[in-house]
T-cell receptor, first 111, second 114 residues
Framework: EDQVTQSPEALRLQEGESSSLNCSYTVSGLRGLFWYRQDPGKGPEFLFTLYSAGEEKEKERLKATLTKKESFLHITAPKPEDSATYLCAVQPAGNTGKLIFGQGTTLQVKP | GAVVSQHPSRVICKSGTSVKIECRSLDFQATTMFWYRQFPKQSLMLMATSNEGSKATYEQGVEKDKFLINHASLTLSTLTVTSAHPEDSSFYIC??????????FGPGTRLTVL
């Protein structure tokens, strides 16, 4: 069964304290892995798509990496405005575009 | 680019009435649109997938007669919650994908059924 597990469930950081969020997945063939950011009461905002092991993508303080079993979202020197829930989703190969979401990691960055 | 809108953002209705939610892709053609619902502090649950001009494909456990989906054009999909009841109260979010696999999400619609 295709499954996505994110850890930790919640993370509190001090401003400037770098850390990583984990997304472990089991899927019968990976078409793509997606990272989204979701603020309370809003829809998810697209961050990155990763397609193959070894791939890395960066945007400002965020960097996403992918292996055959997991993905990491590295946050370097976070700021309070980075506080949000980060969602990981996988798209199985041969699928109709459906995404399987993890439960998310809620990040709080304190000033 | 890749902007998706939803309307309305909030709706309150009485039990037994029907509610229509619109999802539009503003700057790209969406060959596929998806409808999700999200309960507090939970992740997104896919309800159905729709392709322009075709009938929607519903996930297991989602009542197709209760949640009517229409994808009449490459920029518009609608979700109608028929005979809404308090247990249908939730946050409904649509997403759209075009020439790539990436889904772009709308801002969501908060439905409250009294």
């Amino acid at each position: 069964e295709d499954q996505v597990t994110q850890s930790p469930e919640a993370l509190r950081l001090q401003e400037g304290e770098s850390s990583s969020l984990n997304c472990s997945y089991t899927v019968s063939g990976l078409r793509g892995l997606f990272w989204y950011r979701q603020d309370p009461g809003k829809g998810p905002e697209f961050l990155f798509t990763l397609y193959s092991a070894g791939e890395e993508k960066e945007k400002e303080r965020l960097k996403a990496t992918l292996t055959k079993k997991e993905s990491f979202l590295h946050i370097t020197a976070p700021k309070p405005e980075d506080s949000a829930t980060y969602l990981c989703a996988v798209q199985p190969a041969g699928n109709t575009g459906k995404l399987i979401f993890g439960q998310g990691t809620t990040l709080q960055v304190k000033p | 680019g890749a902007v998706v809108s939803q309307h309305p953002s909030r709706v309150i209705c009485k039990s037994g009435t029907s509610v229509k939610i619109e999802c539009r892709s503003l700057d790209f053609q969406a060959t596929t649109m998806f409808w999700y619902r999200q309960f507090p502090k939970q992740s997104l649950m896919l309800m159905a997938t729709s392709n322009e001009g075709s009938k929607a494909t519903y996930e297991q456990g989602v009542e197709k007669d209760k949640f009517l989906i229409n994808h009449a054009s490459l920029t518009l999909s609608t979700l109608t919650v028929t005979s809404a009841h308090p247990e249908d109260s939730s946050f409904y979010i649509c997403s759209a994908s075009g020439s790539t696999d990436t889904q772009y999400f709308g801002p969501g619609t908060r439905l409250t059924v009294l």
